[in-house]
């Protein structure tokens, strides 16, 4: 018998002071069986580094032809494609092909930095790509704030992103890797 999605509820509050993004979204994901606490917060941490009003998440690990999380323009063109780990090369062409904007949140620096040296010059005629790392250790606190039903507060400034609940709060740095600063 095949496994069922578990869901959770998220009441985010962000707080983007580099954006001027002020907004709160109430959330409903679908976790894949397969899908672990950290990679569901690395959704998280990558909506509200991105949030807008026509951000969604998509399918995801249910569906490969899709990002982790999108913005569609009405007309349906991918504004903006946004993919979580180290995919590979293919797939990332793939989705600098398809939308004007693609980012990628790598999330397990080690294989991070074994894996960017590999494709880097592959990718790096594609100036609409950005690769971002999420410190392993700060993604692995935020899992001590995982519930079926959340309320956190993201507050984005100078580059940090702190996250806060009820449960504790944690601070995430994310690290450029591509295109090098």
Known sequence: MALKASIFKVNLDISDMDRHYYQ???LTLA?????????MMVRII????????ELAFTKGLSNQDEPDLWN??????????????????KRIRQACGKAKKVKIYSYQDRQAKTWLPLIENKISRF???QITLLPSEQMEALTGLVNKTM?????????EV????????????????FPAA
């Open 24 to 26: 709160s979204h109430a």
């Open 31 to 39: 976790r894949h069986p397969s899908e672990t606490d950290l990679r």
């Open 46 to 53: 990558a909506f509200a580094l991105n949030a807008h009003d």
């Open 72 to 89: 569609k323009s009405l007309s349906d063109e991918i504004e903006l494609w946004i993919d979580l780990g180290q995919p590979e090369e």
């Open 127 to 129: 100036e609409h790509l």
């Open 151 to 159: 309320s956190l507060q993201i507050s984005i400034q100078d580059g």
């Open 162 to 177: 702190f996250v806060s609940s009820e449960d504790g709060q944690v601070t995430v740095t994310p690290e450029k890797l």
